[in-house]
């Protein structure tokens, strides 16, 4: 695969196709957040939050496995058919989890609170994100980034109708607003897999389920799955911290300064997903120096997309905090502001070397090592400065998270030359900082 002109327009693909997924969430808050009380929302914002920490830790990184594997062997049908069969039995099983605990509630041997029933519905969610993106790796894979922007509009066309329905549908009854943000989570991400599934350019194999593949999944995607589970908490214990120690209004108030402008993420997403089979067709041919040249590049690439728009979030972070939600979210403002900092580094995936060289097990070692320095950072900075304490744990994990794996891949130098020291985004840096300190 080549990576040049033609490489930037698939990633301009990807990045759109994911921006449906990242703008009907803005949407989401920006309805809902005008309907909902500030702890009404907070709510929401958990049920959110359960979803995107606890999905990924209950598929045992098969996903990450099936997209290595296809990469690599192109037996696109027979890892297809061994995985989705393995997640459909991990979504029944969830679903018997949520029954038996939803007994013992109604039997009053536990509180599940506001998640009586509606925890039943759990199970859907789950199989609308895993099938989403097992389907967008074969796409991806298959070199029909095109197909999968159309196909992901049609089902962001869909989503949009089913937000509306659940606005309609709250203006008349509040008593279950808590089975919307189910229901909107499944859509979004349920809607485009099933116009990704009817469209697949291959037949799906009527064999049973191979074992040997399900082993080749778990035993390269186990690893990552364990640095997936400490991951997940390192991105998310900032919330996880507010959740446990403070209030729904916090959190809610939290969450809102948490809000991440979707083009940071889709973009660095959307160019990492494109170069990854390069990246590991390259270390297969023994070309480890061309797989660094790509990822550096790309790096570069999506910095000067996304840093220029940083910096103008970061002079108008109270008009869209305002605009998005409602000036009762004032004080997410700095939160905001802090977190856009955080982007800067959002500007690819810092892993994506060592899961194409297979190092899984490093991967596992240094989110472990990660998990561990950011709680300390966190908790400490919060026993100190509050919620804001919790955002600056964050960023100086990350910052520190950046250096360990420059420095492990030895591209420290060829980073900074390219990057930080190129004119235009080392001259951004320096505005975002000001912005950040004097605005």
């Not at 196709?17 to 990242?22: D, E, H, L, N």
């Not at 192109?74 to 605990?101: E, M, Q, W």
């Not at 120690?245 to 997903?273: D, H, R």
Request: glycine share 6%; charged share 10%.
């Amino acid at each position: 695969m080549r990576f040049g002109a033609g490489g930037s327009v698939k990633s301009l693909h990807l990045a759109v196709s994911q921006s449906f997924v990242a703008v009907l969430f803005v949407l989401v808050d920006y309805f809902f957040s005008k309907e909902l009380s500030v702890k009404q929302f907070g709510l929401w914002k958990e049920v959110f939050f359960i979803f995107n920490l606890g999905i990924p830790l209950i598929t045992f990184g098969l996903p990450e496995g099936y997209k290595y594997f296809i990469a690599k062997n192109k037996d696109y049908s027979g890892y297809y058919k061994s995985l989705t069969r393995v997640l459909f039995l991990i979504a029944l099983f969830v679903f018997f989890i949520a029954l038996v605990t939803n007994v013992l509630h109604y039997s009053c041997l536990i509180n599940l609170g506001s998640y009586y029933l509606i925890s039943l519905l759990f199970p859907l969610p789950l199989l609308a994100f895993i099938t989403n993106k097992s389907l967008r790796y074969t796409y991806i894979n298959l070199d029909k980034t095109e197909v999968l922007t159309k196909l992901s509009f049609y089902g962001a066309i869909g989503s949009l109708l089913v937000i509306f329905c659940g606005v309609f549908f709250f203006k008349f009854t509040n008593g279950y607003f808590l089975v919307i943000p189910i229901v909107v989570y499944a859509a979004i991400f349920g809607l485009p897999s099933f116009f990704y599934y009817i469209k697949l350019p291959f037949k799906t194999s009527t064999e049973t389920v191979s074992k040997v593949k399900v082993k080749e999944m778990l035993h390269y995607g186990f690893p990552l799955y364990l640095a997936t589970f400490t991951g997940l908490i390192n991105g998310y214990l900032d919330k996880l911290i507010v959740n446990v120690f403070e209030n729904e209004t916090t959190f809610a108030i939290f969450s809102v300064g948490a809000l991440e402008i979707p083009i940071f993420a889709m973009l660095s997403a959307a160019f990492s997903q494109q170069i990854f089979p390069s990246m590991v067709a390259n270390i297969e041919a023994g070309n480890e120096a061309k797989a660094k040249s790509i990822w550096v590049n790309t790096t570069k690439k999506v910095s000067l997309l996304t840093y220029p728009i940083l910096l103008i979030c970061m002079f108008f972070a109270e008009e869209i905090i305002f605009f998005v939600y409602s000036e009762a979210y004032a004080s997410s403002v700095i939160l905001f502001k802090t977190y856009l900092l955080v982007a800067l580094f959002r500007n690819n995936s810092y892993g994506i070397l060592l899961t194409a060289k297979g190092e899984t097990r490093f991967i596992t070692k240094i989110a472990v090592f990660m998990l561990v320095l950011n709680v300390i950072i966190s908790i400490l900075l919060y026993y100190y400065f509050g919620i804001t304490g919790i955002v600056f744990g964050s960023l100086f994990s990350t910052i520190f998270f950046v250096i360990v794996i420059l420095i492990k891949e030895k591209l420290w130098t060829l980073y900074l030359k390219q990057v930080f020291l190129n004119p235009i985004i080392g001259s951004l840096t320096i505005l975002i900082i000001m912005a950040y300190l004097f605005n």
